[in-house]
């Protein structure tokens, strides 16, 4: 079974401040997406990457696939309220894709 | 209408009623989904339908019974749930390449359904 691990589950931290969550693994993956879940609402794709090594970038938010395709970072640059959501992070695989648990960011004003 | 939508958003019942979750997608996909999102745990897929038929069904138990009349309908329905069953059920959708196989690409979930089981 493969699995996902991201760190840390919680995050809080002021407006305008940076900041990086991970996802990680000791399988590899063909590909990772991270989603964004806002209260209330389902989860809504930010981006997906295929390549060892891809970075792409989304206005503030930088997503990074580690070489051997097993690991993944998001970075936020002056972060803003509107950040605020739960991150998860999902392998692509012979079995599908398979969930993080999510990182719980709050941006406070 | 927005890509996927689903009814009721919230649902409170007892361990002896039976209801149902409904969900609709309005993007010409050929896959729906349902899944459990619980806290503390990653999201669970529970059941996969590819054009209208049922590829996948991870263990879940009997007492969650999914329905597929078409490609942009899905229902979950439920009979004596257990209180560790209360979530929140997401349906998806995605659209498979012709040469099946599990769905990799993008899932565009609906807003979820909040179960409560007394």
């Known amino acids: 079974t493969q699995l996902l691990e991201q760190s840390p589950q919680f995050l809080s931290i002021q407006e305008g401040e940076n900041l990086t969550v991970y996802c990680n693994s000791s399988s590899v993956f063909s590909s990772l997406q991270w989603y964004r879940q806002e209260p209330g609402e389902g989860p809504v794709l930010l981006v997906t990457v295929v390549t060892g090594g891809e970075v792409k970038k989304l206005k503030r938010l930088t997503f990074q696939f580690g070489d051997a395709r097993k690991d993944s970072s998001l970075h936020i640059t002056a972060a803003q309220p509107g950040d605020t959501g739960l991150y998860l992070c999902?392998?692509?695989?012979?079995?599908?894709?398979?969930f993080g648990k999510g990182t719980h960011l709050i941006i406070q004003p | 209408e927005t890509g996927v939508t689903q009814t009721p958003r919230h649902l409170v019942m007892g361990m002896t009623n039976k209801k149902s979750l409904k969900c609709e997608q309005h993007?010409?996909?050929?896959?729906m989904y349902w899944y459990k999102q619980s806290a503390k745990k990653p999201l669970e897929l529970m059941f996969v339908y590819s054009l209208e038929e049922r590829v996948e069904n991870n263990s879940v138990p009997s007492r969650f019974s999914p329905e597929c009349p078409n490609s942009s309908h899905l229902f979950l329905h439920l009979h004596t749930l257990q209180p560790e069953d209360s979530a929140l059920y997401l349906c998806?959708?995605?659209?498979?390449?012709?040469?099946?196989?599990?769905?990799?690409?993008?899932?565009?979930f609906g807003e979820g359904s909040r179960l409560t089981v007394l």
């Open positions: 993007l010409g996909h050929n896959a």
């Open positions: 998806a959708s995605s659209q498979l390449g012709l040469a099946g196989g599990p769905n990799t690409g993008e899932l565009f």
């Open positions: 999902a392998g692509g695989g012979a079995d599908g894709l398979t």
